[in-house]
């Protein structure tokens, strides 16, 4: 297989120690397979429901899929301000440049922290109403 973005030869590599991807050794990108960004995602951020729908804004790029070789087309991630690739004619999977791996579990994490305090707030309103309620019921 080669780079969707420079035709180098890929290497597979284990991502740290997690998972087997394919390596671009010259550009530094990564190739994914279609769960494979879920298994990266899930490193930080596993709550599948709560993460928001992955595909924004897609275009078509003229980098060809390194496994049948049709058009990649890149793709606004989950809103964030961050563009990957994918096959989007056979999903075998997704396009990131060198750093966009380690941008994908930034933006998890930020999304963890903000789930977390929705949770939270949704929690304290809930205990304030009981609290509410049970004065009033006292009357
Ligand atoms: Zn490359
Ligand atoms: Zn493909």
Known sequence: ?????????LVKKYYKGMFEIESCPNCR??????????????MVFDNDER?????????????????CGMDLHEFQYRLYDLKLDYCAENAHGFWLDAGEDERVMAFMNQREGEIQRKVDAESIWKLTLKEMHSFLRKK
């Open 1 to 9: 297989m080669n780079c969707p973005k420079c035709d180098t030869d």
């Open 29 to 42: 990108g990564m190739w994914l397979d279609s769960t494979e960004l879920d298994k990266l995602e899930d």
């Open 51 to 67: 993460k928001g729908s992955l595909v924004h804004f897609q275009s078509k790029t003229n980098c060809p899929c390194p496994h």
